[in-house]
């Protein structure tokens, strides 16, 4: 164990002691740090307040999460209750540990709104839940201050670099007619698959620690049969967030050819927007997961690529120009 894990587990265990209070608190905040509140959020943005702002979020979201997945497998290293019995795990992951997701994302997401809204009070609000999302994986159990530190960072730095390079991107991606700048969408999804191979590729020769497996396991001894206590290798996560990113990227680029919408428009209208499209996102979503075949391998994981880009093209594309042939939602003009 390093000196920074010992030290790690030394906080996270004061942090533990100082009650049970504090544990449905930090859920809370770790909620506000997970995919599913994002996700939730996103087709809110999009739907029914700014679509340009729910798209930005969305898109930095997933890219976020894909580069998070290749950074821990880069990384591969270990939670604080895989090391250490005495840190219990509150929350379940199966994931390496460096960095932080939650952190990461919350970094990515909240400080890329702090910045387009930029007013003083949300920055203050920004980043305090910036840190209450972080401090919550510590009391939590699943992550070391380094963990978290790394994901702020990583999160910051991708939040810049987005923001810097949107502007001569549009610009470039200007040069090409609706097949062209799909093509590059699906590029850059396939890139991140690219990039998670490569990052498992080049732990093939290592094993996960015995011990490592044994704590986890005792962490958590009620497991349903079939789910494994570490799975850090899966790539079904990573394949899911690229196939929405290719889908969103899409969606949104056809919409736009086919006159785009606003997301404004009377109180009444922008509920039934957003109640229509998640019907739509949950019969895509459960009816492709009834008929699809799922498990591990190459086809599986081509086809939940396909379903998650068809959800994802549902949300930026094909939702919006529906609200806007019922009249839930007006044309750009």
């Known amino acids: 164990m390093s000196i920074l894990h010992q030290i790690g587990i030394t906080f996270i265990l004061y942090l533990q002691s100082l ?8 859920k809370f905040f770790t909620f506000l740090g997970e995919e599913p509140f994002f996700l939730l959020v996103i087709p809110v943005l999009y739907w029914c307040v700014d679509a340009a702002l729910g798209l930005r979020i969305g898109i930095i979201l997933l890219l976020s999460a894909g580069l998070n997945d290749v950074f821990k497998v880069t990384f591969h290293g270990p939670r604080p209750f895989w090391i250490d019995t005495r ?24 400080g890329m709104l702090a910045a387009l809204i930029n007013r003083a009070w949300f920055w203050v609000i920004s ?44 610009s470039w991606m200007s040069r ?83 006159g785009g919408f606003e997301a404004g428009g009377v109180f009444w209208k922008r509920v039934a927007r957003f109640f229509v499209g998640l019907v739509g996102v949950a019969l895509l979503y459960l009816g492709l997961a009834a008929i699809l075949p799922s498990g591990e391998g190459l086809f599986p994981e081509i086809l939940r690529y396909a379903r998650y880009a068809l959800v994802g093209f549902w949300v930026a594309g094909l939702a919006p120009y529906l609200f806007v042939r019922i009249g839930l939602a007006e044309g750009k003009k």
Do not use: C
């Open 127 to 170: 980043i305090a839940v910036i840190f209450l999302i972080g401090l919550s994986r510590m009391v939590l159990g699943v992550h070391f201050p380094t963990d978290v530190l790394a994901g702020w960072l990583i999160g910051a730095l991708l939040a810049w670099v987005v923001l810097r390079l949107e502007t001569p991107f549009r």
């Open 19 to 26: 009650g049970g209070w504090l544990v449905a608190l930090m």
């Open 87 to 110: 840190v219990k795990a509150l929350v379940f992951e199966s994931s390496f540990g460096i960095p932080s997701g939650h952190a990461q994302s919350a970094a990515a997401v909240w």
């Open 176 to 258: 090409f007619n609706l097949s062209g700048k799909i093509l590059v969408v699906l590029a850059a999804s396939l890139a991140l698959i690219l990039l998670g191979f490569l990052a498992r590729l080049s732990v093939q020769n290592w094993q996960i620690p015995a011990e490592w497996v044994k704590n986890a396991s005792l962490a958590y001894p009620d497991l349903p049969p079939g789910q494994k206590p570490i799975d850090p290798l899966n790539p079904s996560g990573l394949i899911t967030v690229a196939g929405v990113l290719f889908g969103m990227g899409a969606g949104a680029l056809w919409l736009a050819q086919a």
